[in-house]
């Protein structure tokens, strides 16, 4: 669209292939010129990635697109930026809706949009489409995406429930398709109760929930899209994280603490703590690193832990002024007289969540009086038990 408005470009993600589909055909059947692109990567293994690209009246153009690096996520992106330049071109597009494949997560081709493309493409929406009947299935799911046939390429080692969680977590539009499947044609009652709701309540608290074949839906695939404040938003160190509550039998359990963990305990507790709810994430303190944030992962029982920089309470003042400002905000409110930033915070969500048994196994996991009384200088010789998940040998 050169020399007029830039062209809206609008991401739609999720697992939920039938409720993204849907999703899609209703932004192209609400807004007249718009166009869907689909990278299909369930044709990788054969060497290609099949692209299809149509209207509301049905498809437009195929092709296929050859693998980069052996990596089907690398082919759409080689892929897609060309495809969307070349609508903008033809000034006859409205707005470009991407259909994302099933596992491909929204943060890196919004990254990709913004990083590759020129003025006349905006990235405008980030949207999710779920199913609410298929979210507790989704989201407790521990199978790797391979076995479900949903990885990306060969070395794609994520799980269904952690692929999904950051479907959720990073889009901040939510496209509820009830049904999407047809399960329930017969007019009988929808498959989705008032449990899946309160769990999606309590995962993404903050996240705008529209009906896909609303009005409010296409506004809110033209609004507009920040990637740098999304990916605030997804740091651990000032992610915003759920917050207690407990209905419909789903509750969300946070944890607060200003007294670091035991690395052997809280290491021996990790399996039980990766199971304890369905979806878990934070940010926490070990004795023997006290310079380091690392940050918590769990969905579907399986759990990650990394390396997240460092804590600002560990750096000298003057390097703060590099330090992103929501980082410096979120560390000013939850600052320690004595530890600074450094602390346990925890949220864990799930239906038939034991808070009082959770609590109690965390607690046992930190330092006592007596190992908290010795000092930092005693701490560093704690248990080295998280060098190996930490500090892999290439």
Same mark, same amino acid.
């Given at each position: ?21 849907? %999703? ?5 059947? !609400?807004?007249?010129?718009?166009? %869907?692109?689909?990278? =299909?990567?369930?044709? $990788?293994?054969?060497? @290609?990635?099949?692209? /299809? ?16 690096? +052996?990596?089907?996520? #690398? ?20 707005? $470009?809706?991407?259909?994302?494949? =099933? ?5 890196? !081709? ?6 590759? /493309? ?5 990235? @405008? ?5 779920? +199913? ?8 407790? #799911? ?12 060969? @070395? ?6 952690? /692929? ?29 109760? $008032? ?10 608290? /903050? ?30 160190? #000032? ?15 946070? &944890? ?18 990766? #199971? ?8 926490? &303190? ?11 992962? $769990? ?49 864990? @969500? ?17 330092? +006592? =009086? ?8 005693? &701490? ?15």
């Amino acid at each position: 669209m050169t020399g007029e408005q830039p062209m809206p470009v609008a991401l739609v993600g999720g697992l939920h292939a039938d409720a993204r589909r849907v %999703a899609v055909d209703q932004l192209l059947r !609400m807004v007249p010129g718009s166009v %869907a692109l689909h990278h =299909d990567l369930s044709t $990788a293994a054969a060497g @290609t990635v099949r692209r /299809t690209v149509r209207d509301g009246s049905g498809v437009l153009d195929e092709g296929d697109a050859p693998l980069v690096n +052996d990596c089907a996520c #690398c082919a759409l992106r080689e892929d897609l930026v060309p495809e969307l330049e070349r609508l903008a071109a033809s000034g006859l597009c409205r707005l $470009a809706v991407v259909e994302l494949w =099933d596992s491909v997560e929204p943060k890196a !081709m919004a990254e990709v949009v913004v990083a590759h /493309t020129g003025p006349d493409l905006r990235l @405008t929406a980030v949207v999710t489409a779920v +199913d609410p009947a298929l979210l507790l299935p989704a989201i407790g #799911c521990g199978d790797d995406l391979a076995e479900a046939g949903l990885a990306a390429a060969a @070395t794609d080692r994520r799980t269904v429930a952690d /692929t999904f969680a950051r479907q959720l977590e990073y889009a901040p539009v939510l496209a509820m398709v009830e049904d999407s499947g047809g399960r329930y044609d017969d007019g009988g009652e929808p498959a989705a109760d $008032a449990a899946d709701f309160a769990l999606l309540d309590q995962l993404v608290p /903050t996240a705008q929930r529209v009906s896909a074949d609303s009005v409010a839906f296409a506004a809110a695939a033209v609004a507009g899209f920040d990637v740098e404040a999304a990916a605030a938003r997804q740091h651990p160190a #000032c992610a915003l994280l759920p917050q207690s509550a407990d209905a419909e039998g789903v509750a969300t359990f946070v &944890w607060h603490r200003h007294r670091p963990f035991h690395p052997g305990r809280l290491h021996a507790a990790l399996e039980e703590l990766a #199971c304890a709810a369905v979806r878990s994430r934070g940010r926490f &303190w070990l004795a023997d690193r006290p310079d380091t944030l690392l940050a918590w992962d $769990a969905a579907g029982g399986a759990l990650c832990v990394e390396n997240a920089g460092p804590w600002l309470a560990s750096l000298p003042e003057a390097a703060w002024e590099m330090v992103p400002a929501e980082r410096r905000v979120a560390a000013a409110l939850d600052w320690h007289p004595e530890h600074g930033d450094r602390a346990q915070h925890l949220a864990f @969500t799930s239906p038939g969540l034991d808070a009082d048994a959770l609590a109690a196994l965390l607690d046992s996991c930190l330092l +006592d =009086d007596g190992e908290y009384a010795a000092g930092p200088d005693s &701490w560093r010789c704690l248990s080295t038990a998280f060098d190996e998940l930490l500090d892999p040998v290439s």
